[in-house]
């Protein structure tokens, strides 16, 4: 069965301090890892997708990377509208019609 | 501008009481998704469609039912709601990269 699992479930940080998020997946094989943002009261948005192994996807702050039992989304230097709750979801190649999502990392930046 | 349009935004309603919750989309998808958000747990599929009149269950699809008679609207239907449905339920339109996700019903069973 396809897993992931996201660590921390939340995190604090101060505007500008770097930090990173873990997304672990187990899955039969892998068609896609996503990133979404997630604010109160609003469904997700999407950040990135990574396919395989190695690639890293960047915007602004972030940055995603992959490897083969995971990724990490790296915040470098964030400020307070960065606050949100990240979302890492998976599609396997086989059953590909869905995406199976963790739970979540709630991040706070404080000013 | 791209949209996913979900209502009611907000519901409160009786066990055993029906309800459907609408979501429509302008994007052309074919694939629209529902899933439900709960503490703990994160999101998790209820069902999808891959076009007009193709369903198929998610994860969790019992005690739901949906339809896709047009390609824009693919409502979610609550025949008998139980207070273990109360949860957010997000609407999706589109896969992966493609996906856009409407903005939320929450329900409440009582």
């Known amino acids: 069965e396809d897993q992931v699992t996201q660590s921390p479930e939340a995190l604090r940080l101060q505007e500008g301090e770097s930090s990173s998020l873990n997304c672990s997946y187990t899955v039969s094989g892998l068609r896609g890892l996503f990133w979404y943002r997630q604010d109160p009261g609003k469904g997700p948005e999407f950040l990135f997708t990574l396919y395989s192994a190695g690639e890293e996807k960047e915007k602004e702050r972030l940055k995603a990377t992959l490897t083969k039992k995971e990724s990490f989304l790296h915040i470098t230097a964030p400020k307070p509208e960065d606050s949100a709750t990240y979302l890492c979801?998976?599609?396997?190649?086989?059953?590909?019609?869905?995406?199976?999502f963790g739970q979540g990392t709630r991040l706070t930046i404080n000013p | 501008e791209a949209q996913v349009t979900q209502n009611p935004r907000y519901l409160i309603t009786v066990t055993g009481k029906k309800l459907t919750v609408t979501c429509s989309q302008n994007m052309n998808h074919e694939y629209m998704s529902w899933y439900r958000q709960d503490p703990g747990l994160g999101l998790r599929q209820i069902y999808y469609s891959m076009n007009v009149e193709v369903t198929d269950k998610g994860d969790v699809p019992e005690g739901y039912k949906v339809s896709r008679k047009e390609k824009r609207n693919f409502p979610l239907i609550l025949e008998s709601p139980s207070p273990n449905q109360t949860s957010l339920y997000f609407c999706?339109?589109?896969?992966?990269?493609?996906?856009?996700f409407g903005q939320g019903t929450r329900l409440t069973v009582v």
């Open positions: 999706a339109s589109g896969r992966g990269a493609e996906a856009f």
């Open positions: 979801a998976v599609q396997a190649i086989q059953g590909a019609q869905k995406l199976v």
